[in-house]
């Protein structure tokens, strides 16, 4: 079991802190001050808040909705699934802008003769970061809604969900951001070349957002086998789920 730090103090009203070993940013649950734990000078994060719009039963209803819609889904299995566990937790993202010039250089060998050439890629990002080091989550998936974001306050966290603190800094999330835009920026230039010989990005990041979205978590059981779903608290919309897989028959 993880001790909890329980000796570190709300600046802003000096209530008690529940504060895991390896969160460094820390929400205060009476009075919602949010700021990086231990840093030098404290300061108050620019933080806001995704509300979830949903309970159990209509996530559930959702997911069996999604059960059954779309192509390569068992035909019973929104009837024949059983929903073990719905949990809804608030995940700490960091909402980085990021607008990327790159400049490449490469070869194009999908046409003969292969051909020298070079271009830039301009894009703005807004780019999502999970705040939490060595887990997964679909962000590419998952946009924040133009509705439904307000500035935090901790008396719209629904009793009884997981309230995870984030376990990096915005500096952090931005080298994050900037490495992870880098990739996509690279996946961009391979759609001009074949082969690329030179590649340099320039970055203008803006001030990054600290948010919590909350997401369902969910399991399901089907033909005695369990799945996975994670579920948008604030629009229903499922993020991403486990398809159990179909055996087609021959006829």
Not at 62 to 71: P, S, V
Not at 76 to 96: C, G, H, Q
Not at 111 to 124: A, C, F, L, Y
Not at 193 to 210: A, E, G, H, K, L
Request: a negative charge; one cysteine or more; glycine letters at 6%.
């Amino acid at each position: 079991m993880v001790d909890i730090v329980s000796e570190i103090e709300c600046e802003n009203c000096g209530a008690a802190l529940s504060i895991n070993p390896g969160e460094i940013v820390s929400t205060c649950r009476y009075c919602g001050y949010t700021a990086v734990v231990g840093a030098d000078k404290p300061f108050q994060l620019e933080h806001s808040l995704i509300v979830n719009n949903n309970n159990a039963a209509s996530i559930e209803n959702a997911l069996r909705d999604w059960m059954r819609e779309g192509f390569m889904k068992p035909e019973d299995l929104a009837k024949k699934s059983k929903i073990l566990t719905l949990e809804l937790r608030y995940l700490p993202f960091w909402l980085v802008p990021v607008d990327a010039t790159s400049n490449y250089e490469g070869v194009l060998e999908r046409v003969s003769p292969p051909s020298p050439r070079k271009g830039v890629i301009d894009r703005n990002y807004d780019w999502l970061v999970l705040g939490r080091k060595g887990a997964q989550f679909p962000t590419r998936d998952y946009s924040v809604p133009n509705t439904g974001k307000i500035p935090f306050d901790f008396k719209r966290i629904d009793s009884g969900a997981n309230f995870l603190n984030s376990e990096m800094t915005g500096e952090e999330a931005i080298e994050r951001a900037k490495d992870e835009v880098e990739v996509n920026q690279r996946f961009l230039a391979k759609q001009e070349v074949d082969q690329i010989t030179s590649f340099n990005t320039n970055f203008r990041v803006d001030r990054p957002t600290y948010i919590h979205a909350p997401v369902w978590f969910s399991t399901y059981e089907y033909k005695g086998r369990s799945y996975s779903a994670l579920l948008d608290g604030n629009t229903g919309a499922v993020l991403r789920a486990d398809i159990p897989r179909t055996d087609f028959k021959m006829i």
